[in-house]
C-alpha cells in the first residue's frame, strides 16, 4: 500500500521535481531526462549493430532491421511522432491533418534541390520554414474550434492539400507522378553535372547514399550517411522535446489540456500557446518531410493522404502520448512491422512450420498467414486495441510496468534479507 | 464610488428575465456578499462581471474602466479573480505546477514562448509558489497530483491560486457548496484571514447564511433577477421583506 502511493508520488513529481533540482542540470536537462538522453544517443547511434542481430543466411535474417531505408524511416518518422505529440500530449488537440505539414514540407525541400542546390541543408531549412507558416494558417483557423471539430477541420485542411497537390496545383507539385530532382533543373549554386551524372542529394560533397558494409563474421553491418544525417536532426529534435516538455511553456500547454476554464481566469488566454504548439509541430512535421527527400529524393501527393496523418495519431498513442520516448517507439514499431512483416510471405511460413506434420503445417500456415504479408494491418490492429485497452499509457506505461515489477521484487528481496541480518 | 459598479443591468435567457435592472455598489475592502433563493440570479450576476455572459443593457465597471466586451483573460488581468462553485483546478499538474501558474501569469502577461531556456525564472517562480503554499498550510502536499486531493483541499488550492495573482477583488461562487462541515469553517476561517490580512474586496454568492452571517460586512439580497434590499449584516437579519423572501424559508436550517 504505502509502495504503492510512493509510486504515485514519484510519477507525479518528475516535472515539478526538475523545475525545483535546477541546481543539477546537465545541458538543461534533469538527471532522469539527461538519462534517457543520453540512452537515445546510443541507441541511435549504435542502431546499424542493434537492428541487425541475426547472422546474414540465418532463417531470422529477415527479421533484421539494420538496412539505410528502414533506419532512415526509423528516425524520420521518429521525428514527425514527436513533433505530433507535442500538440497532442501536451495539449490534448488531436490534429488529424498533420500529414500535409509533411508533405508540404517534402515539396518546399525537393524545389530546393531544382532550383539552389542538391545540398540537404537549405532544403531541409526551407521545409521547416514552410510548413511553419502552413501550419500556422491551418492552425489559426482550425483552432477557433476544440474537441472533435478540431479535428476534422485539420482533416479537411489535409484533404484538401492532397487534392489541390493531385489535381490542380500540378504545376508545382507534379501532381500525379510526383516530383524528383531532374539533370535540366537550374540549381544555381550547383556546377553543371558532369555527362551522364544524375543529381544526388549530399551535405556539403557527402552523398546521403554514401556509407560502407563491415563485414563481422556472418554478420554484415551497413553504416549510411543518410541515416547518420537523420539520425543527428533526430536527437537535436528530441532534446529540444525534452526541454520543450520541461519549461514553463511546456506546463502551459499541459495546463491547457487540464483546464482551459481555469487557465483563461488566470489571465491567460488558450489560444496563443495552442497555436505555438500547433506551428512548432508543424515545423517538426515539415522537418520530417524535408529528410525524406534528402534520404530519397522524391515527393508524391499521396504522402499527405488520410491515412498518413492517422497512422502518426498510432504511432504516438501506440507509444505513449505525453511521454518524451513513447512516440519514437510507436514510430519505430510501425514502420517495423510495415517493412518487415509485411514481407513474410507463404513460402517463408511454409519454411518456418517444415518441422511439423504436413497436415498440422498447413493447418499452421494457414492460421497464421491472414496476420503476416498484406495482412500486416491486422497484426497492427490488434497490438493497438490491446494496448489501448491494458496499457492506456502506451508501451512507455508496459514498460514502466515491467521496470515496476523487477524493482518491487528487489525491494521484497532487500525486506527478506534486512530482519535476517 | 466602489471599486465594483453595476447599473442597469438587464440579462434574458429567452422568455426568462434572469436579471432586471440590476444596480449593485461594492465598495473598497469589505467582503459583499449576494443572497438569494435558487434562481434569483446569483451567478448570472457573477457571471457577468467576469465576462462569461454580456449583459443585455446596462453597465459593468472596475476601477473605473467598462469590463464589458472584454473576455476572461483580459478582465482576469484587470484584477478580478474568481474561485468557481466547483472547484476548477489544474487537475492533471502537481499542486505545486498549479501554484506556478497563476505566478507566471502575474509576471509574463497572458503569453510568453518561454519555450527552452527561463531557467532562472522557473526558479523564482517556483520559489514564489512554494511561499504561498506555505502561506495556505499547503506545502507538504506540493508533489500531490492536484485531483487526488480532497474537496476542502482542491478550494485551498484554487483560492491560493487566485490570490497568488494579488487580485484587488475576489470572487467566490459558492465557496463551500458540497463541503464537509469541517472543511466548510476551514473554509471560513481561511477567508476571514484573507479579508484581515490582506488588502482585498470579497465578493461572495454563498446559501449557507452561516458562512455568510460570519464573513460578510454588506449583504445584498436578490429575489427574481432583482435586489431587493442591500444592508448590514445585522439589519438583514431582521428585515421582514427578507425574512419573507428568503430567510423565511431556511431559517429552520
Known amino acids: ?421 | 464610488m466602489g471599486i465594483l459598479e453595476v447599473k442597469g443591468v438587464n440579462k434574458r435567457f429567452g422568455g426568462l428575465q434572469a436579471l432586471g435592472d440590476v444596480n449593485l455598489s461594492i465598495a473598497d475592502n469589505v467582503c459583499h456578499a449576494i443572497i438569494g433563493p435558487n434562481g434569483a440570479g446569483k451567478s448570472t450576476l457573477l457571471n457577468c462581471l467576469v465576462g462569461k455572459l454580456i449583459p443585455d443593457t446596462g453597465s459593468v465597471s472596475f476601477k473605473g474602466n467598462s469590463v464589458l466586451g472584454r473576455s476572461p483573460h483580459e478582465i482576469n488581468q484587470m484584477g478580478i479573480s474568481r474561485v468557481f462553485q466547483t472547484p476548477e483546478i489544474f487537475g492533471d499538474l502537481s499542486v505545486l505546477e498549479n501554484m506556478m501558474i497563476p505566478c507566471f501569469a502575474k509576471r509574463d502577461g497572458y503569453f510568453k514562448l518561454n519555450a527552452i531556456s527561463d531557467v532562472m525564472a522557473q526558479r523564482d517562480m517556483v520559489e514564489k509558489a512554494e511561499h504561498m503554499l506555505e502561506e495556505m498550510n499547503m506545502a507538504n502536499k506540493k508533489d500531490m497530483m492536484a485531483s487526488s486531493m480532497s474537496r476542502g483541499d482542491k478550494r485551498r488550492l484554487e483560492i491560493g491560486m487566485c490570490l497568488a495573482q494579488e487580485p484587488s477583488l475576489l470572487l467566490l461562487d459558492e465557496p463551500t457548496a458540497g463541503m464537509a462541515r469541517a472543511d466548510t469553517n476551514n473554509t471560513i476561517d481561511l477567508l476571514k484571514q484573507i479579508k484581515d490580512e490582506r488588502d482585498i474586496t470579497i465578493a461572495i454568492i454563498e446559501h449557507d447564511m452561516h458562512v455568510v452571517f460570519s464573513l460578510a460586512d454588506r449583504i445584498t439580497v436578490l429575489a427574481q433577477g432583482t435586489p431587493l434590499v442591500e444592508d448590514t449584516p445585522e439589519n438583514i437579519k431582521g428585515h421582514p421583506k427578507v425574512r419573507e423572501a428568503y430567510l423565511g424559508e431556511n431559517s429552520g436550517h
Open chain 1, 1 to 421: 500500500m504505502t509502495d504503492q502511493t510512493e509510486q504515485h508520488a514519484t510519477s507525479a513529481a518528475p516535472a515539478a521535481s526538475s523545475a525545483t533540482q535546477s541546481s543539477t542540470k546537465v545541458l538543461g536537462l534533469g538527471p532522469k531526462d539527461f538519462k534517457l538522453m543520453f540512452l537515445v544517443v546510443v541507441l541511435t547511434m549504435a542502431a546499424p549493430f542493434l537492428l541487425n542481430p541475426f547472422p546474414e543466411g540465418s532463417a531470422m535474417a529477415q527479421f533484421n532491421a539494420g538496412y539505410p531505408d528502414l533506419m532512415q524511416r526509423f528516425v524520420i518518422f521518429g521525428i514527425f511522432a514527436i513533433g505530433f505529440n507535442i500538440l497532442f500530449g501536451l495539449t490534448g488537440y488531436l490534429s488529424f491533418g498533420h500529414a500535409a505539414f509533411l508533405g508540404v514540407g517534402s515539396y518546399a525541400g525537393i524545389w530546393m534541390m531544382k532550383l539552389l542546390t542538391m545540398n540537404v541543408i537549405p532544403a531541409i531549412v526551407v521545409s521547416v520554414a514552410v510548413a511553419g507558416v502552413f501550419a500556422l494558417i491551418v492552425g489559426y483557423i482550425s483552432l477557433r474550434r476544440s474537441g472533435i471539430y478540431f479535428s476534422i477541420l485539420t482533416l479537411a485542411f489535409a484533404q484538401m492539400s492532397y487534392s489541390l497537390a493531385y489535381s490542380v496545383l500540378t504545376p508545382i507539385t507534379g501532381g500525379e507522378t510526383g516530383l524528383q530532382p531532374k539533370v535540366a533543373d537550374p540549381r544555381i549554386l550547383d556546377g553543371a553535372l558532369e555527362a551522364g551524372a544524375s543529381p544526388r542529394a549530399n551535405l556539403f560533397g557527402l552523398e546521403m547514399g554514401a556509407g560502407f558494409e563491415w563485414q563481422v563474421g556472418n554478420w554484415l553491418f551497413t553504416f549510411n550517411a543518410g541515416y547518420y544525417v537523420a539520425a543527428v536532426v533526430m536527437l537535436v529534435a528530441f532534446y529540444l522535446s525534452i526541454r520543450i516538455f520541461r519549461s514553463p511553456f511546456g506546463m502551459m500547454l499541459r495546463a491547457v489540456k487540464s483546464n482551459q476554464q481555469r487557465l483563461s481566469y488566470t489571465g491567460l488566454s488558450p489560444k496563443p500557446y495552442t497555436l505555438a504548439a500547433f506551428v512548432i509541430s508543424g515545423m517538426y512535421a515539415g522537418l520530417a518531410g524535408g529528410l525524406l527527400v534528402a534520404m530519397d529524393t522524391q515527393v508524391g501527393a499521396e504522402r499527405m493522404f488520410w491515412t498518413a496523418s492517422g497512422e502518426v495519431v498510432l504511432m504516438t498513442i501506440l507509444g505513449g502520448a505525453g511521454t518524451l520516448i513513447g512516440p519514437v517507439l510507436g514510430a519505430g514499431l510501425i514502420k517495423y512491422m510495415e517493412n518487415i512483416l509485411s514481407k513474410i510471405n507463404k513460402d517463408i511460413l511454409h519454411e518456418w512450420f517444415f518441422f511439423l506434420p504436413d497436415g498440422f503445417e498447413n493447418l499452421m500456415v494457414e492460421l497464421v498467414y491472414p496476420f503476416i504479408g498484406k495482412g500486416w494491418h491486422l497484426t497492427l490492429g490488434i497490438i493497438f486495441m490491446l494496448v489501448v485497452i491494458f496499457l492506456p499509457g502506451g508501451l512507455v506505461e508496459g514498460g514502466q510496468k515491467i521496470a515496476g515489477m523487477f524493482k518491487r521484487g528487489k525491494d521484497a528481496d532487500a525486506s527478506k534479507t534486512t530482519p535476517a541480518e
